[in-house]
């Protein structure tokens, strides 16, 4: 099968049929949402047992895999040792579903370096958990807390920009609205900011819950008239977005706070390690809520390398 | 343009960093500067917008300059030199994780600190060299860095720059790449000082490296500086700028020594150093150099935000109405001598007896028979309580737009308690509101516009708890059910003394603690204070604390701003707000009843699904 680097393939219900044959499958074990191991793995478990990286629990260090029923742990910021995974292939599907962003962000790095085919597949919620009693207009409860801004491993970058005054914050934007500010407040003062909004969302009403969510930040910013969009399942039309803002402001240092949906996520992460001098990502470390989402949607192929 | 546009213009900077033209122009030596600028190493607490971050950059090179020059003084001939260093989280919490030990963490902080540090001093040497006074050699400096020769101090920053892009690399996969070489901790700093001296640039001057935002760093990183502080010696000195319990360590790299206050270093509280007339002083700075610039206004505080004298204001919150009733009730019963008795009484303090028949659960005539036979307790009485009854004077008033004003330049200041952004922000908000009237303006704000202007600033702050840290959610659910509580104790004086606005905490030892944790960092991130009766140096020490939400809250949940008197609560049931606030809120106020959600003033029926029972399971 055919997918050019930065094409997106979706299914309702993907079969083995629809993965490459030869490739290895990274994924995460059952998690406490029902999208985050979709029944094509189960297949792949049963059909290419020995084609199978099974991603068994994570920490914000280390993540401990199972490979034909040995497990071990490896650090996160050990490259050596990630690209281990990956060895002996030259294809890989990652599905960042049911993975946390300090997981599978590295993971993307080594992935994209080491390996001839590269993709991503992420599988939508139908829905997210709503709060029984909300202090604001974010009305989802999706985490517990939060371990505050700090790198994703592998993605600190130390020098900054050379000069303050001439970077930009963009927030890439969710239904917890507290999370672009509370990024954006780590910045004092916040420079020019921008928000990109995922629409097409995956439902209709989703965009307009995203604006209202993120009212706060958008009005203590001054940025309504910098909201952007982009189609919140993919990451390529992200990163074109990404490269425009960069374009309104020549030279400019990006602060980039992947806090939206993970497709999103994905393009930030991608556009990051395209523009490595001038871009920093900033990222809050959220504790997933168990049960945060319900049921199964779409799943995305997105194709990162070919 | 308007007059309140042309004014908002110098009270709108709250919302950034000034630019270092407004250093010139808008900065007051806070009373603690002269401290501040002390040879000896110094620590600067205080919250967001405290001030702290204007402070501590008014000590570096350019804007000592622009402020000499503003003084009418030789710009180069500064008494000392600042550098600024911010630390950014995003960047120091690189330096952890197990995929090395935490020697090599250290050692890798250090260097990073050395240069950050050194890229300041860097710009510190161009900013000698542009005007004339003798630049260092860096030979030395740059081998202390590790880094390659440097003829100036563009190279040297250059350099500077790539070991920063070297060390990046490792941090980022420390077990694999080749470690750089690590400058040793402090050194190229104290090298640099030295190469200042040696060429005659300092003359006895200190330099200061001024470091921001402490609180971000690790324990570790913490404990690294800290030993900086403690050790330091001229010509060099530290000065650091940290949020309330933002020193989460007071170790070295010994760990057998600790840095003290004033043994180590000078101590200086913001909150506590700050006074009402500085704050004062920082809005008549502001309307001078308006009127200076053809802004036809006053330049007295006072004048500009007058206050509204409690019987102005119990008349306007519907007294006379009150008044009225009783002199009815009273000629009800047909007592002619005490109804002539009682229309003597100014109608905006005879509402006073219903207010405390309702208290005694007594008759509202009785109560001003008492009054009449001892007019002297009735006195004292009205000095106690007639500030707390304006609170009870809003129950009923369902819909009315306000139901307590908030206004004076003193009340303005006690909201906004010592922090310079909050006060700014209360007057920018102040002249929106007045805009928004669409009158002639009379050249200073009304009590309307200053309390709609504070109950705004109270609904933005929080608003914005939740983004403050990642306890923020935690943090705002305890506001917003203080808040209620407030709210309704100040709406109900029914058993009560007056002006209750203040807590302890009691309860099971570990829920205390729990709750303390989260307290302390409400008290870092301005959602309460916290009166020590203790020295605070501990957490267990801290249980002996008072607290209070911040006052600039109190009129987004309308209860009085005055520090008054407190309440005990259990730690269980604050802590109960988090997941049950409509339970919590009932437990802290012993099952009272509470006003019906539809009849919440409209600022806090945004809450009501906070407030509610939420969903049936």
Known sequence: MTQPRGKTRRYDAPSIADVDASAVYVFSSHGTEPRSRSALWAECIAQRPDQVVEIVSSDSASVTVSISGTTSTIQLLDAGGLTGLFRGWSTAYLDISGLAHTVWAPLVRTGLTSLTKFYATYVEPEEYKRHPSPTSVSQFDLSDGFGGVAPLPTFARLPGPVDESNSIFVALLGFEGTRARFVANSLDPVPTAYALVGLPGFRPEYPQYALMSNEEFLAENKAHANVRYAAAGCPFECMDVLADIHREHPGAYMYLAPVGTKPHALGAILYSLDNPQNTELMYDHPQRKQDRTRGVGQMHIYSLKA | ?617
Not at chain 2, 69 to 95: C, E, W
Not at chain 2, 169 to 192: A, H
Not at chain 2, 203 to 214: A, R, S
Not at chain 2, 516 to 521: A, P, R, T
Request: charged residues 25%.
């Open chain 2, 1 to 617: 343009m308007s007059v309140t546009e042309q004014l908002a213009a110098y009270f709108s900077d709250y919302r950034g960093e000034w630019p270092p033209a407004l250093f010139r122009d808008f900065f007051v030596a806070p009373p603690y500067f002269r401290k501040l600028e002390e040879k000896r190493p110094c620590l600067l607490i205080g919250g967001r917008g405290s001030g702290k971050t204007t402070s501590l950059r008014s000590l570096r090179f350019d804007a000592t300059s622009e402020r000499l020059q503003s003084d009418g003084l030789d710009s180069k001939t500064l008494p000392y030199f600042g550098v600024y260093v911010r630390i950014n989280k995003n960047r120091v919490r690189a330096f952890q994780g197990p995929s090395v030990d935490a020697d090599q963490w250290d050692r890798a902080f250090s260097h990073y600190f050395n240069l950050l540090a050194s890229q300041e001093l860097c710009r510190l040497g161009k900013w000698c060299e542009s005007n004339s006074i003798p630049t260092p050699n860096l030979d030395v400096v740059g081998d202390s860095l590790c880094v390659a020769a440097s003829r100036d101090c563009d190279e040297l920053n250059r350099n500077i720059t790539r070991s920063l892009v070297a060390l990046e690399t490792w941090v980022n996969n420390p077990s694999e790449q080749t470690k750089p070489l690590f400058s040793m901790p402090e050194s190229p700093l104290k090298y640099f000082c030295e190469a200042m001296s040696e060429c005659g640039a300092l003359q006895g001057k200190i330099v200061f490296v001024c470091i921001d935002e402490y609180e971000n760093l690790l324990d570790y990183q913490q404990a690294r500086l800290n030993t900086y502080l403690k050790h330091a010696e001229p010509p060099l000195s530290y000065k650091i700028g940290v949020k309330k319990n933002g020193l989460r360590t007071r170790a070295t790299i010994d760990l057998a020594d600790i840095i003290t206050a004033p043994e180590d270093y000078n101590e200086i509280d913001i909150g506590v150093d700050t006074t009402d007339d500085f704050v004062k002083q920082v809005v008549e700075h502001r309307l001078e150099l308006a009127k200076q610039r053809g802004v036809d206004i006053t330049t007295d505080a006072e004048e500009f935000l007058p206050e509204l004298p409690i019987a102005d204001e119990a008349e306007a919150l519907g007294c006379l109405a009150i008044a009225n009733d009783i002199l009815l009730a009273i000629a009800e019963v047909d007592d002619a001598p005490l109804l002539e008795w009682a229309q003597g009484i100014p109608k905006t303090s005879l509402y006073l007896a219903k207010y405390w028949a309702e208290g005694e659960k007594t008759d509202v005539v009785a109560q001003v028979r008492d009054w009449k036979s001892k007019p002297s307790v009735w006195s004292t009485r009205l000095g106690n309580y007639g500030y707390a009854s304006l609170f009870w004077l809003s129950k009923g008033r369902k819909g009315a737009r306000i139901r307590k004003y908030y206004a004076g330049f003193r009340t303005v200041a006690a909201l906004a308690s010592g922090n310079v952004r909050y006060l700014i922000e209360l007057i920018d908000e102040s002249l929106q509101a007045e805009g928004g009237e669409g009158d002639e303006w009379g050249g200073f704000v009304t009590p309307k516009c200053q309390t709609l202007a504070a109950r705004a600033v109270g609904r933005r702050r929080l608003e914005q708890l939740e983004s403050v840290t990642e306890h923020g959610a935690s943090i705002k659910r305890v506001v917003l059910g203080l808040g209620k509580v407030f709210f309704e104790i100040a709406r109900d004086p029914v058993g009560r003394a007056p002006e209750q606005n203040a807590f302890v905490v009691a309860g099971e030892h570990s829920e205390q603690l729990k709750l303390l944790e989260l307290l302390q960092q409400g008290v870092a991130h301005l959602a309460l204070e916290a009166t020590p009766r203790t020295k605070a140096t501990t957490q267990s020490e801290m249980k002996d604390d008072e607290f209070r939400l911040h006052p600039i809250f109190a009129p987004f949940f309308e209860f009085s701003h005055r520090k008054k008197r407190r309440i005990t609560f259990q730690a269980e049931d604050l802590l109960e707000l988090l997941v049950h606030p409509s339970k919590a809120i009932s437990k802290l106020l012993t099952e009272r009843a509470q006003t019906p959600l539809e009849e919440l003033p409209q600022q806090l029926a945004l809450f009501s699904s906070f407030y509610g029972p939420g969903p049936k399971p």
